[in-house]
């Protein structure tokens, strides 16, 4: 197997690449040794606070004439309240807790867990202000305290209007929202794209009962020969995918599904609520195979992308994973394939057709912990939650960021406690114009305020054609999936992340990501803050040496 060259470069800026391998993950989900905690995805709670407040609205509930459309408040019993919409007025006491104001309760009961009060508001669809007051003493209902508003432009159908984080979101009434599990320890397999094709694929080929396997797009012969062979021995294969791929679905993948659904393997395109089906899993028996890349040629065929991968096995994990499949598979706009291309037409697509040298090899380690996050349900909060734990470093692999997003934010707040952060962007043609201004922007803020943050555009250098990965490596947690960084991927899109809680797992993604980064280096980044950071690392880094493999 191929290693890296140990290099008198490379050699020096080892211990600055192990700098913070003493540093203690802050845990995701969970506390160190439990199976399968959760953490809390409900909405946000304000009648803890005492306060009145609206907690969410369907006003478009996909029945007809909207039946059963309702708004949410919570607040103390005995409560005097209003809800208005600048036309309508309905008030009602609070019996206490959360309950439903709604024209038609009956109609709303089958929509709600909340007990549900009459009468309510006819919410437009087409936008709304809905506003909340406490009446006084005097009874002037129409004039009483502002306690909350809600506004919206337009509804969606079908969808809850939720306040989750202080913001107010849109999520799909009929789909459960999945919670943030920890699980562990586990055994896993960790591996980089274009480098090792071959372990997706070894991955399927292991499959003794299930093969439930989701993306965005499917377009792989490799990937399809081995779905097919799964389903000829008897295993149960099921396959999501997205129904409108950006530019329109693939021709070439059009082929493979018609080959699967021949071959009697379940093939469903998943339409709304999401934005998009965008992750890349696959549920293999007990294994969980969770990757930043397509199943096409540039992403699992190894002929283009810079990508991260893992495959854990625990059976806790893969239930995770097969229960967010199914809620997917059961979405109401979800269609079988068969249904789906009738009268359809596919567009002409290229086929990356790459060759890239295996320079990391694969690596079997036993995870400590290993958490399951979910867009939209829980992913941007849970990994604002491990950045803003770092303590020592912050590693970012991404193709581009929403400047101004959370993310981006949270790495700000990062390097400004000192965190030391890397941001390597892609340089593919069609982002390497707004990367490179973001880039010089954010190097700007850091030497402005000395901050130890530093952003460098992807060189390739022949040893893979673009970067594709999301890929985060925070202190001692990597985290591997799907999601980019931006709030559409992560509040509209279906996405999925591992994050991998254990210093070998953290220290192979680094290694990967330190070899990609170098590769990209240029001289014009440093700033005193990086400097500072750096002396500081190396001290770290020598008490902190751990093994690395190189080629020899």
């Known amino acids: 197997m191929s290693r890296w060259p140990l290099t008198a470069a490379f050699a020096a800026s080892l211990v600055v690449l192990l700098a913070a391998a003493a540093v203690v993950p802050a845990p995701i989900a969970a506390a160190p040794g439990s199976e399968n905690a959760t953490e809390s995805a409900t909405p946000d709670d304000p009648s803890a606070s005492g306060e009145p407040r609206i907690v969410s609205a369907l006003p478009d509930p996909a029945t007809p004439d909207d039946r059963g459309e309702f708004v949410a408040v919570a607040a103390p019993a005995g409560t005097d309240l209003s809800l208005s919409d600048g036309e309508q007025t309905v008030s009602f006491v609070a019996p206490g807790g959360t309950v439903a104001v709604a024209t038609d309760p009956s109609a709303a009961s089958n929509l709600t867990a909340h007990p549900v009060v009459g009468s309510g508001l006819d919410l437009a669809n087409g936008g709304e202000t809905v506003t909340l007051r406490v009446v006084g003493d005097d009874g002037e209902r129409g004039n009483g305290v502002v306690a909350d508003r809600l506004s919206y432009d337009r509804s969606?159908?079908?969808?809850?209007?939720?306040?989750?984080?202080?913001?107010?979101?849109?999520?799909?009434?009929?789909?459960?929202?999945?919670?943030?599990?920890?699980?562990?320890?586990?055994?896993?397999?960790?591996?980089?794209?274009?480098?090792?094709?071959?372990?997706?694929?070894?991955?399927?080929?292991?499959?003794?009962?299930?093969?439930?396997?989701?993306?965005?797009?499917?377009?792989?012969?490799?990937?399809?020969?081995?779905?097919?062979?799964?389903?000829?021995?008897?295993?149960?294969?099921?396959?999501?995918?997205?129904?409108?791929?950006?530019?329109?679905?693939?021709?070439?993948?059009?082929?493979?599904?018609?080959?699967?659904?021949?071959?009697?393997?379940?093939?469903?395109?998943?339409?709304?609520?999401?934005?998009?089906?965008?992750?890349?899993?696959?549920?293999?028996?007990?294994?969980?195979?969770?990757?930043?890349?397509?199943?096409?040629?540039?992403?699992?065929?190894?002929?283009?992308?810079?990508?991260?991968?893992?495959?854990?096995?625990?059976?806790?994990?893969?239930?995770?994973?097969?229960a967010t499949f199914e809620d997917d598979a059961s979405l109401p706009e979800t269609a079988p394939w068969e249904t789906y291309r009738v009268g359809r037409s596919f567009v002409r697509t290229e086929s990356a057709n790459g060759s890239y040298p295996s320079r990391v090899a694969p690596e079997s380690v036993r995870v400590d912990r290993v958490s399951v996050l979910r867009a939209p349900d829980n992913a941007e909060s849970a990994v604002v939650a491990r950045l803003d734990a770092a303590e020592g470093r912050i590693d970012v692999l991404q193709p581009t960021v929403e400047a101004d997003g959370p993310f981006v934010r949270a790495l700000k707040r990062a390097a400004g406690r000192g965190v030391r952060v890397r941001l390597l962007l892609g340089s593919a043609w069609y982002d390497e114009e707004e990367n490179r201004a973001l880039a010089e922007r954010l190097n700007e803020w850091a030497d402005r305020t000395g901050s130890p943050l530093s952003v460098r555009l992807a060189r390739p250098g022949g040893r893979y054609g673009a970067i594709h990965a999301k890929g985060v490596v925070a202190d001692d947690t990597a985290l591997v999936g799907s999601l980019n960084w931006n709030r559409h991927s992560a509040r509209e899109n279906r996405e999925v992340v591992l994050a991998l809680s254990d210093p070998a797992a953290a220290a192979y993604f680094r290694e990967a990501f330190a070899a990609d980064w170098r590769a990209s280096g240029r001289g014009s980044e440093s700033n005193p803050g990086l400097v500072a950071a750096a002396a500081l690392a190396v001290v770290a880094g020598l008490a902190a040496l751990r093994r690395l493999e190189f080629e020899k």
């Open 156 to 322: 969606r159908e079908g969808a809850l209007l939720e306040r989750r984080d202080g913001a107010w979101s849109w999520w799909p009434r009929a789909l459960p929202r999945r919670n943030v599990t920890t699980h562990g320890p586990a055994n896993a397999t960790l591996f980089v794209l274009p480098d090792s094709p071959d372990r997706p694929i070894t991955t399927l080929r292991s499959a003794d009962e299930r093969i439930l396997l989701a993306g965005y797009v499917v377009s792989s012969a490799r990937v399809a020969d081995e779905l097919v062979a799964a389903r000829e021995r008897g295993v149960r294969v099921e396959v999501l995918v997205e129904d409108s791929p950006v530019g329109g679905f693939p021709r070439r993948s059009a082929r493979v599904l018609d080959r699967l659904v021949d071959a009697g393997v379940s093939v469903r395109v998943v339409g709304g609520p999401h934005s998009f089906h965008h992750p890349k899993y696959a549920v293999v028996d007990d294994a969980a195979l969770v990757m930043t890349e397509n199943w096409k040629p540039a992403g699992t065929g190894g002929r283009k992308s810079r990508g991260w991968g893992v495959v854990v096995r625990s059976p806790g994990v893969a239930a995770d994973l097969a």
